[in-house]
């Protein structure tokens, strides 16, 4: 009877010691899992974050590609607009061109005097040049006086 009761003594301290040994292997196994099912919610969380950000940043790349569409198509106007001058200002060109090339008509020379003495003369001679369609600045550089001076004297004759 002893012996039996040893023998189950020993049963249950196996027992207990076998309880206790499953017992910490299991806590760790669940434990882990534990940690694993944390771990998974973590990233599913960051993954969330992710997509929310990015979805974020989408938005934003395409306002901005919409508004540089809208400032590229402002561009093409202006230039569309520049190219519609440049054409206008090429046409001033070959129509200025146009007109000093043609041949001079007949242009009346001035009198061969170019500087006139005495007042009288002086007069008649800018009368002459003026009424010949020679411009003020070159009537009064044929004559040798200011421009004011030769305005002075057609002024005055007009008044007459």
Known sequence: MEII??????????GVILYLVLKRFFLRWFAK????????SEIERMLVD??????????????????????ASEIDKRILMLRKELEKNDKGKNLYNSIIE??????????????????????EHILELYNAGFSLSVI????GTSVGEVELILSLQQKE
């Open 140 to 143: 009064a550089h044929k004559v």
């Open 102 to 123: 043609q041949p001079k008509r007949d242009i009346p020379k001035a009198p061969s005097n170019p500087v006139v003495s005495g007042e009288k003369d002086k007069k």
């Open 33 to 40: 899992t534990g940690q694993l099912e944390r771990i998974q």
């Open 50 to 71: 992710l997509n929310h950000t990015t979805s974020n940043n989408i938005d934003l790349i395409e306002e901005r590609i919409a508004k540089v569409k809208e400032v």
């Open 5 to 14: 009761l040893v023998f189950i003594g020993l049963q249950v301290l196996c």
